[in-house]
């Protein structure tokens, strides 16, 4: 072509098949030539890639342990979701196949093409040299920009990153050139850790509200330490919000005995825990044997004495039953023979002796109750219980955690009930229990458990249903309301498909919803 366009683009083609040496000089010379008119940037202060703990400084490998470890096969992931761009990139106008500033830098994600520095990540023997492009990598975080175009910056083509984890890096790099945010329950925490380190917020966030939606009894100690180290308020409250309200189940968590002995004593001084005092000695103990191997120690009762220190005092083995000290804390050798001696003495004498230990017993959570009807009543013919179900849908507008159910008894004085509670949602069970009550004749509700409070997340629909055996009459309630406000959340009831004896939004039987919020 001979037209101004055309001689350009020669030009250009002409440009890039120059040799190596050619062109590094040209771009030797092009920097001299800006050099005197380029602005100096402010400093910036390096500082900002180490987070401030007092914590020992971990391994994201170490902060969120898997049995299965996610990284390396996250990472080929990565890679073979990207090994086109690495391979086949030939057309020498691939740039117009993408119409947007978007799609353009997403084929560069991890892409060796015009790369210009590279990341060794993660510990020895487990690393990943990861390609990058300077200008991407500063438009996506302040700490990426300091570090190559700040005053202090070095020149480096390889970088080593040893604390954070291949697979979270990956996931950071994605969200920086795809603007896309790829998270699992595996590598989420190592991903807020480097996106933490980097000061990628938008990407934090996300991390945290994962978190947040996943946060179960099982994992909820080791993010309560975690949240502290991120320092993440919010997520914080989230985790105690669980721990307190499925204290027996959080306690008896894996995760338990991987936090560190801070977070310990801090669950321990809890005076809202809600759980039976053995359960706390108990899980006290499988903490302190696991902290003894990850200090090498032999799991004697006077290392595991040893490990706990000041944590051993905030038990509050006096208020135990007495069955539960006797067959548990007393035999278990971690006590010392004056301290036994001490409190068998603090439950049968009148003098008590002075203790260590916290005396006192913990508050624990008061439950709450949802009350649907705005009246009840019995006839003659009303309600009869054969083997069939009462049910009914609820949701909620904030997370809490259901512990029981209110239910009516005998209309025809005092009378025993055999009761299946059960609660479900879109058809999986979270929970049930057999249990039996006694009425006393009253139009009362009368309160049935299950073995553990279960969760119930917002904006969700959960079906509550249970089967009676008993008196064939009972009362049941009337002018049922479908939306009832209880404390600070909002209850919505609807009629469920299970329910087979009659029960509805309008009248039926579970009164009385029992929860923690």
Same mark, same amino acid.
């Given at each position: 072509? =001979?037209? #101004?366009? $055309?001689?350009?683009?020669?030009?250009?083609? %002409?440009?890039?098949? +120059?040799? *190596?040496?050619?062109?590094?000089?040209?771009?030797?010379?092009?920097?001299?030539?800006?050099?005197?008119?380029?602005?100096?940037?402010?400093?910036?202060?390096?500082?900002?890639?180490?987070?401030?703990?007092?914590?020992?400084?971990?391994?994201?490998?170490?902060?969120?342990?898997?049995?299965?470890?996610?990284?390396?096969?996250?990472?080929?992931?990565?890679?073979?979701?990207?090994?086109?761009?690495?391979?086949?990139?030939?057309?020498?106008?691939?740039?117009?196949?993408?119409?947007?500033?978007?799609?353009?830098?997403?084929?560069?994600?991890?892409?060796?093409?015009?790369?210009?520095?590279?990341?060794?990540?993660?510990?020895?023997?487990?690393?990943?040299?990861?390609?990058?492009?300077?200008? =991407?990598? #500063?438009? $996506?975080?302040?700490?990426?920009?300091?570090? %190559?175009?700040?005053? +202090?910056? *070095?020149?480096?083509?390889?970088?080593?990153?040893?604390?954070?984890?291949?697979?979270a890096f990956l996931a950071m790099l994605k969200y920086i050139y795809c603007d896309e945010i790829d998270l699992s329950a595996d590598t989420v925490l190592a991903t807020l850790y480097a996106a933490k380190k980097y000061i990628v917020p938008h990407l934090a966030r996300a991390c945290v509200n994962f978190l947040e939606t996943s946060l179960s009894a099982k994992n909820a100690c080791v993010l309560l330490s975690q949240s502290c180290l991120f320092e993440e308020p919010e997520l914080t409250q989230r985790c105690w919000e669980v721990i307190d309200a499925q204290a027996d189940q959080a306690l008896r968590s894996e995760g338990f005995c991987d936090i560190d002995a801070q977070t310990l004593e801090s669950i321990l001084q809890r005076e809202t825990l809600n759980a039976k005092e053995i359960v706390v000695f108990e899980a006290?103990?499988?903490?302190?044997?696991?902290?003894?191997?990850?200090?090498?120690?032999?799991?004697?009762?006077?290392?595991?004495?040893?490990?706990?220190?000041?944590?051993?005092?905030?038990?509050?083995?006096?208020?135990?039953?007495?069955?539960?000290?006797?067959?548990?804390?007393?035999?278990?050798?971690?006590?010392?023979?004056?301290?036994?001696?001490?409190?068998?003495?603090?439950?049968?004498?009148?003098?008590?002796?002075?203790?260590?230990?916290?005396?006192?017993?913990?508050?624990?959570?008061?439950?709450?109750?949802?009350?649907?009807?705005?009246?009840?009543?019995?006839?003659?013919?009303?309600?009869?219980?054969?083997?069939?179900?009462?049910?009914?849908?609820?949701?909620?507008?904030?997370?809490?955690?259901?512990?029981?159910?209110?239910?009516?008894?005998?209309?025809?004085?005092?009378?025993?009930?055999?009761?299946?509670?059960?609660?479900?949602?879109?058809?999986?069970?979270?929970?049930?229990?057999?249990?039996?009550?006694?009425?006393?004749?009253?139009?009362?509700?009368?309160?049935?458990?299950?073995?553990?409070?279960?969760?119930?997340?917002?904006?969700?629909?959960?079906?509550?249903?249970?089967?009676?055996?008993?008196?064939?009459?009972?009362?049941?309630?009337?002018?049922?309301?479908?939306?009832?406000?209880?404390?600070?959340?909002?209850?919505?009831?609807?009629?469920?498909?299970?329910?087979?004896?009659?029960?509805?939004?309008?009248?039926?039987?579970?009164?009385?919803?029992?929860?923690?919020?």
């Amino acid at each position: 072509m =001979v037209d #101004a366009k $055309g001689r350009n683009m020669k030009c250009l083609t %002409f440009f890039l098949m +120059l040799p *190596e040496s050619v062109k590094s000089k040209s771009s030797k010379s092009s920097k001299k030539g800006n050099a005197s008119g380029s602005s100096k940037l402010p400093p910036v202060c390096y500082e900002i890639i180490t987070l401030r703990s007092k914590k020992k400084k971990k391994m994201a490998a170490d902060i969120f342990p898997t049995k299965k470890p996610a990284s390396t096969t996250t990472v080929q992931h990565y890679q073979q979701q990207n090994i086109n761009n690495n391979n086949t990139i030939q057309n020498c106008n691939w740039q117009g196949l993408y119409s947007t500033i978007r799609e353009r830098n997403s084929v560069m994600f991890n892409n060796e093409l015009m790369a210009d520095v590279h990341f060794v990540v993660g510990q020895t023997g487990r690393t990943q040299r990861l390609p990058g492009h300077r200008y =991407v990598l #500063a438009v $996506g975080s302040s700490v990426f920009h300091a570090m %190559f175009y700040g005053e +202090l910056a *070095e020149n480096k083509d390889e970088i080593n990153i040893p604390d954070v984890e291949p697979a979270a890096f990956l996931a950071m790099l994605k969200y920086i050139y795809c603007d896309e945010i790829d998270l699992s329950a595996d590598t989420v925490l190592a991903t807020l850790y480097a996106a933490k380190k980097y000061i990628v917020p938008h990407l934090a966030r996300a991390c945290v509200n994962f978190l947040e939606t996943s946060l179960s009894a099982k994992n909820a100690c080791v993010l309560l330490s975690q949240s502290c180290l991120f320092e993440e308020p919010e997520l914080t409250q989230r985790c105690w919000e669980v721990i307190d309200a499925q204290a027996d189940q959080a306690l008896r968590s894996e995760g338990f005995c991987d936090i560190d002995a801070q977070t310990l004593e801090s669950i321990l001084q809890r005076e809202t825990l809600n759980a039976k005092e053995i359960v706390v000695f108990e899980a006290v103990l499988s903490w302190a044997e696991a902290e003894c191997q990850r200090r090498e120690l032999t799991s004697s009762t006077d290392n595991k004495r040893k490990v706990l220190g000041k944590a051993m005092y905030l038990i509050r083995i006096p208020t135990m039953d007495l069955d539960d000290f006797a067959n548990g804390a007393a035999q278990s050798g971690v006590l010392t023979l004056n301290e036994t001696n001490d409190i068998f003495l603090w439950y049968t004498a009148a003098k008590k002796p002075d203790l260590q230990f916290v005396s006192q017993p913990r508050k624990g959570l008061a439950p709450q109750r949802c009350h649907r009807f705005q009246s009840c009543a019995y006839r003659s013919n009303q309600w009869r219980y054969r083997g069939r179900c009462d049910s009914i849908q609820f949701a909620v507008d904030k997370r809490i955690f259901i512990a029981g159910f209110g239910l009516y008894g005998s209309s025809c004085g005092s009378a025993e009930y055999n009761a299946k509670i059960e609660l479900k949602r879109q058809g999986v069970l979270l929970g049930q229990n057999l249990n039996k009550y006694f009425s006393d004749g009253s139009s009362n509700t009368f309160p049935v458990w299950f073995e553990y409070p279960v969760q119930i997340e917002p904006d969700t629909f959960y079906t509550a249903s249970v089967v009676l055996d008993g008196s064939e009459l009972s009362y049941f309630g009337q002018e049922g309301m479908t939306e009832v406000q209880s404390g600070k959340v909002t209850f919505q009831f609807q009629c469920s498909s299970d329910s087979t004896n009659g029960t509805g939004v309008q009248g039926g039987q579970i009164p009385e919803l029992i929860f923690y919020a």
